[in-house]
């Protein structure tokens, strides 16, 4: 969200961010978005880091919507009424960067959205507190606006914005993620039920049918920018990211774990895939596609999957449903263990990463499996820990690389690429800085960069292509 001069307030997650109630709740962190590592100023260097210190030939990298387009765009039919409203001073500076990385030789990949909505699309304050008083199967409320990816009309000016990124990016760029981690976006906002899960994204809510809503109208919206982007462009590979859990049973040998583990996977991690390449869409969400559910016209809608992999979820299968609305929702993951920012959380079973997620090289093949099934080329678009020592990232990076090359040599998945998550430490969204995913840290007072130790182990293995 930027930093100085640069900094973008009029998206979502910036209101989420410093809304007084959510830092005294312990939604989120006090952090500001805004006291980051700077990247818009600093990109020249960061670039050539990547280059240079990791010998990268691909960097991923996001624009913000409300950068673009800071003012509605509901108005606007055409590309050129889009263009009038469009902020021309962003998107030079994405175009500067995106130059920067060509200079290099390094091949961008560029998120469409990742995570956060313009302020005109979306008042988070208002739908959080629109939802207090609504039930968790209770109808998602109404009276409040804007409501982002609770409302259909959201997916049209999404279109329209993927569309114009085509139109004036286009030549710069051949690889378009539409979405990142859609599920995470669904359940971390519309999921959470503290003590159990609290992904504690805008709007905070706990509200079962607007999280089933909100995941028909991403799905539709990885439509929409599909389609948009190769109008544009026939020649573009268009995909999208998803956030996979290697989750396994509690208990292996009770039933209840094993169908409940079933039921996760087919919850998070193949349902928008069933969607975006097969044209499914199980509204009843009972596991069941029936003829009214499939569509040839919406099946094929990403030219690659971006799998996101990071921890384990262990699986308690239930008696029956959570939620009448989810029929197979029979299960509680465990996916967080006690950590700085879960400090009542239990303990962790094995061995945990600073996020508290349990690390589990094995899962990285079975959701590769899972994923590679589709028969699409497969790209791990994210893959990391937070590890503000440096002593679990190398064993990390050595053992999952490792599984990696095991699926792929047993051609489970066609694994065609693979990116660090991340570069530099980051702004972690709920949890703000507190989290140090990063191959570099940051000073915060001089933004100067310093590379972890385990820099130079995955420069090394970047450019031998051998896993030591």
């Not at 805008?202 to 509200?207: Q, Y």
């Not at 869409?281 to 003829?291: F, Y």
């Not at 099934?373 to 990076?397: C, H, M, Q, W």
């Not at 507190?434 to 450019?463: E, W």
Request: contains cysteine; glycine residues 8%.
């Amino acid at each position: 969200m930027g930093e100085g001069r640069n900094v973008d307030r009029r998206s979502d997650w910036f209101r989420w961010t410093h809304d007084p109630d959510n830092i005294s709740d312990g939604v989120v962190t006090a952090d500001r978005p805004e006291r980051g590592p700077g990247f818009l100023a600093r990109y020249r260097a960061d670039i050539r880091r990547a280059k240079r210190k990791l010998h990268l030939d691909a960097f991923r990298l996001g624009i913000e919507w409300s950068r673009i387009f800071p003012r509605p765009t509901t108005k606007a039919h055409t590309l050129r009424q889009l263009d009038r409203l469009a902020n021309k001073r962003a998107l030079r500076r994405y175009r500067a960067i995106l130059g920067a990385i060509h200079r290099r030789g390094i091949t961008p990949w560029v998120t469409i959205n990742h995570y956060t909505l313009p302020s005109w699309l979306h008042d988070p304050i208002a739908a959080r507190d629109a939802f207090a008083g609504v039930g968790a199967d209770g109808p998602p409320p109404g009276g409040f606006g804007p409501r982002g990816w609770l409302d259909r009309r959201t997916v049209r000016e999404f279109r329209k914005y993927a569309g114009y990124l085509a139109w004036k990016l286009g030549p710069l760029v051949n690889r378009w993620i539409t979405l990142n981690e859609p599920m995470v976006v669904a359940v971390s906002g519309y999921v959470n039920l503290p003590g159990v899960i609290a992904g504690n994204f805008p709007p905070g809510a706990f509200n079962f049918p607007a999280a089933v809503s909100v995941v028909e109208h991403l799905a539709a919206a990885n439509l929409a920018a599909y389609r948009a982007v190769h109008r544009r462009d026939r020649r573009a590979k268009v995909g999208f990211v998803h956030n996979m859990i290697a989750f396994t049973p509690q208990d292996p040998s009770d039933p209840d774990d094993v169908e409940g583990t079933a039921h996760a996977n087919y919850l998070f991690n193949r349902l928008f895939i069933e969607a975006a390449i097969r044209g499914f869409r199980d509204r009843d969400l009972d596991g069941v596609i029936e003829a009214g559910e499939r569509s040839r016209k919406r099946a094929g809608k990403a030219d690659f999957i971006g799998v996101n992999y990071y921890f384990r979820g262990r699986v308690s299968g239930l008696d029956g449903s959570l939620t009448p609305t989810i029929p197979i929702l029979d299960f509680l993951p465990s996916t967080f263990y006690r950590s700085q920012v879960s400090p009542d959380a239990p303990e962790c079973p094995t061995r945990c990463s600073d996020f508290g997620n349990e690390i589990y090289p094995a899962g990285f093949r079975a959701v590769l499996r899972i994923a590679g099934r589709y028969g699409k080329p497969i790209y791990v678009t994210e893959n990391g820990i937070s590890d503000a020592d440096d002593d679990l990232r190398p064993g990390f990076i050595r053992s999952h690389l490792r599984t990696l090359r095991q699926a792929m040599r047993a051609r489970e998945a066609r694994v065609r690429g693979y990116f660090h998550w991340s570069l530099v430490d980051n702004f972690e969204w709920a949890a703000g800085y507190t989290q140090k995913f990063g191959l570099f840290r940051f000073n915060p007072a001089t933004l100067r960069r310093s590379p972890r130790p385990s820099a130079k182990l995955y420069g090394r293995i970047a450019r031998s292509g051998r896993v030591p």
